[in-house]
C-alpha cells in the first residue's frame, strides 16, 4: 500500500548538507521513495499526518555489538562507587564475563536476547544495524553469533549488516598461533559460509598491533570481505594509517587520533566513525579533534557502539545528542552523522540515508516542529513513526 507523509514541518533529506525542505508531503510506494513535493490525498493512501513534525532518514546505527550474552550492570554500578576495571575483570567481570555467558548461552537464547533489543532499537527510530560478533573469541562460539546475527538479519523488521570482528585473543592462546588461526580458519570459514560482509579488527595497545591487525585485514580483504577497523580509542598505535592503507570502508573510535591520520583517511574515503555514547558511558574525558576533521572535510559518521561493557544506548536520538554535548558536533554534522553518514559507514548510501525519489522508504517521524530541537529536548521520547521500506514497523498511536 502507498503511505503519504503529508505536510512535514521539515523534511532533511540529506542532500547537500541537511537538505531540510519545508511543509511537503513524501509519498511511499513499494518500499520506494516515490515522490517529495505538495501532494494530494487519495483514497488508496494509507494518510499520515506530519503536520508539526519533523521527518529525516530512519537512523542507520553504523556499529554495534548487539548480540550477547548475560548483563553487565553490576560492573556499571561497582565502576561507580570506584572499582577500577582491572579489579573487576579480575574477579572474572568485564568482557571475559561476556565470553563466558556468550559461550553458555543456546543459539536461541541469544537470538531472543537480540531480537527484544531490536524492537527496543526500533522504536528509537533506527532502521539499519549493523552487528559484529567478537565475544566468541574461540572459532565456534564465534561462527554460533554469526549464525545468530544472520537468522536475525532474515526475521528483524530492520536491516542488519553483519560483521565478524577479530576482537582479541582468548585466554591462554599464544597470541601468533591465534593471529595465523583467524587468517587460515575463520576467515575462510566466515567467507564461504558467508556469515558476514564485513571484517573487523579491534586495533590498540590493549588489543592487535599495527601490524597483526594489517595482516588479518589484508587477508579478509583478499576473501572479498569489506573492512571496518575500531581503532585510536586509547593509543595511537597507527590504526588510521592501516585503515586509509587498505581502503577501510569506516574506521571508529579515533579519540586520540591526528591530523595526518585525519587527512589520510580523508585521501582514501575511509568514513571515521566517532562513538561518544562509549566515553560518556566510561566517563573518559578524551574527544576527538573535531577542528581537524572539519578542516579535511570529512564525512564523519556517528554510532551507538552498543555493548555490554561500555554503551547500553538503544537511542541513535540520545547518540545524536551525546555527539553535540561530549563531543562538541554541531547539531547538523550530528544529524547527518547519524544518517547520511552512516549509510556511508556501511557502504550503502546509494540505497538508504536521504530522502529522494528512487531511495528505500526508511524514514522515521519526529514529534517535534524543527531540527535543532532533537538534541535540545534530549531524553524527550519523539519518535512518532519508524517507517522501514515503506512499511510503519513502529507508530505510537498504532
Ligand atoms: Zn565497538
Known amino acids: 500500500m502507498a503511505i503519504l507523509l503529508s505536510n512535514a514541518t521539515e523534511i532533511l533529506t540529506m542532500k547537500r ?16 521513495i516515490e515522490k517529495i513535493g505538495r501532494l494530494r490525498a487519495k483514497r488508496e493512501y494509507r494518510m499520515i499526518d506530519a503536520r508539526g513534525c519533523v521527518i529525516c532518514p530512519g537512523f542507520v546505527d553504523s556499529h554495534t555489538h548487539l548480540v550477547f550474552g548475560g548483563s553487565r550492570e553490576d560492573e556499571f554500578a561497582l565502576r561507580l562507587k570506584g572499582v577500577k576495571y582491572e579489579t573487576i575483570a579480575k574477579a572474572g567481570g568485564g568482557i571475559a564475563s561476556t565470553v563466558k555467558h556468550t559461550a553458555k548461552a543456546s543459539e536461541d537464547q541469544l537470538y531472543k536476547a537480540g531480537e527484544l533489543r531490536i524492537r527496543r532499537v526500533v522504536r528509537h527510530g533506527t532502521t539499519t544495524v549493523e552487528i559484529k560478533s567478537g565475544y566468541g573469541l574461540r572459532p565456534q562460539t564465534e561462527y554460533k553469533m554469526l549464525r545468530v546475527i544472520n537468522r536475525l538479519k532474515k526475521r528483524a523488521p530492520v536491516e542488519i549488516i553483519p560483521t565478524f570482528l577479530v576482537h582479541t585473543v582468548p585466554p591462554k592462546v599464544k597470541r601468533d598461533l591465534f593471529v595465523k588461526r583467524v587468517i587460515d580458519e575463520m576467515i575462510p570459514y566466515v567467507a564461504r559460509h558467508k556469515l558476514a560482509d564485513f571484517c573487523d579488527v ?8 599495527r601490524r597483526e591487525s594489517e595482516m588479518i585485514l589484508s587477508a579478509a580483504k583478499d576473501w572479498g570481505f569489506k573492512l571496518k577497523i575500531h581503532t585510536d580509542e586509547f593509543a595511537n598505535i597507527g590504526g588510521a594509517l592501516v585503515a586509509a592503507r587498505l581502503g577501510c570502508t569506516s574506521a571508529d573510535h579515533l579519540l586520540v587520533s591526528r591530523k595526518r591520520d585525519i587527512t589520510a583517511m580523508k585521501k582514501s574515503g575511509v568514513i571515521p566513525t566517532l562513538l561518544p555514547g562509549t566515553s560518556v558511558f566510561l566517563r573518559l574525558n578524551g574527544k576527538p579533534d573535531m577542528q581537524a576533521f572539519r578542516s579535511a572535510r570529512s564525512d564523519i559518521a556517528i554510532a551507538s557502539d552498543f555493548n555490554p561493557g561500555s554503551c547500553m544506548i538503544y537511542s541513535m536520538l540520545k547518540i545524536i545528542a551525546l555527539a553535540c554535548l561530549a563531543y562538541g558536533l554541531h547539531v547538523e554534522e550530528a544529524l547527518i552523522g547519524a544518517t547520511r553518514n552512516g549509510a556511508k559507514a556501511l557502504g550503502i548510501f546509494d540505497r538508504v540515508g536521504s530522502i529522494e525519489p528512487g531511495k528505500q522508504a526508511d524514514l522515521v517521524v519526529l514529534g517535534v516542529d524543527n531540527y535543532r530541537k532533537i538534541p535540545y529536548e534530549f531524553g524527550e521520547d519523539m519518535v512518532s513513526y519508524t517507517i522501514k521500506k515503506g512499511k510503519v514497523i513502529y507508530g505510537k498511536n498504532n
Do not use: T
Open 17 to 32: 548538507g541537511l537538505g531540510v525542505v519545508k511543509n511537503r508531503s513524501i509519498l511511499l510506494r513499494n518500499g520506494i
Open 202 to 209: 579491534f586495533c590498540d595497545r590493549i588489543a592487535f598491533s
